[in-house]
């Protein structure tokens, strides 16, 4: 009964902000980690971000450190993915997922994925 719904994709201009969000149900582990990917056409997915469910820390892929942070509100059973100064090259599927213990952002043992929304950077 795991699922993990994404949504706040959308068209926007180069320089612009969008916050994407994944509402998680279905599971109550007490350790695991909530992914953010992406896949651009032609690319492979790859990893954006990731939050511990233990403290909240996080890790970044390189191409997005200090742009983008990811948050949760536990309240809501949601993570978000704040995305600013935004760049054509960020135009991909954006897929949340959820694996079991540490907080990595390989695609590697992520076992439950979202239905991923759209990000379009563009003028």
């Known amino acids: 009964q795991l699922q993990l719904v994404e949504s706040g994709g959308g068209l926007v201009q180069p320089g612009g902000s969008l916050r994407l969000s994944c509402a998680a149900s279905?599971?109550?582990?007490?350790?695991?980690?909530i992914g953010w990917f992406r896949q651009a056409p032609g690319k492979e997915r790859e990893g954006v971000g990731c939050i511990s469910s233990l403290d909240g820390s996080t890790n970044y892929a390189d191409s997005v450190k200090g742009r983008f942070t990811i948050s949760r509100d536990n309240a809501k059973n949601t993570v978000y993915l704040q995305m600013n100064s935004l760049k054509p090259e960020d135009t991909a599927v954006y897929y949340c997922?959820?694996?079991?213990?540490?907080?990595?952002?390989?695609?590697?043992?992520?076992?439950?994925w979202g239905q991923g929304t759209q990000v379009t950077v563009s003028s």
């Open positions: 279905g599971f109550t582990w007490n350790h695991y980690a």
């Open positions: 997922a959820v694996r079991w213990l540490g907080c990595t952002i390989g695609t590697h043992q992520y076992a439950y």
